[in-house]
């Protein structure tokens, strides 16, 4: 039941923050998902309803590169991944949106990894 519990509380807060932040085409949304062993990452333009670009740590170009890191710098090597991509169609600064995990740990070196990758929040 905690269980249960501890992720309709997650959405809650996700609801609540997604009240404040919209992504444009000028600045789209970078959301965050986590799960117990992946994270994922979407840079989404939310006027047109578009994920322009997205990387998590099942992507193809990522697998043979995560062995031996802990989630944390997997979560690092996944916010480079989006921010290369994102700065390959041209997007240099986006809105963070964490998903209503808390900014710690996983997310923030996520978030970490895509400012070193050449992203503005």
Avoid: C, W
């Avoid at 916010?79 to 997007?91: C, D, E, F, M």
């Amino acid at each position: 039941m905690a269980k249960v519990m501890s992720r309709i509380a997650r959405l809650q807060r996700h609801e609540r923050i997604r009240r404040h932040l919209h992504g444009t085409a000028d600045r789209p949304r970078l959301n965050v998902f986590r799960s117990l062993q992946h994270i994922y990452a979407q840079v989404i333009d939310d006027e047109m309803g578009n994920t322009l670009v997205a990387a998590s740590t099942v992507d193809p170009e990522l697998r043979g590169q995560l062995d031996g890191l802990n989630k944390s710098q997997q979560a690092a090597r996944v916010g480079q991944l989006v921010a290369q991509r994102a700065v390959a169609k041209g997007l240099k600064q986006v809105v963070s949106d964490r998903g209503g995990y808390p900014y710690h740990g996983r997310v923030k070196a996520l978030a970490d990894g895509a400012r070193e990758g050449g992203l503005d929040f």
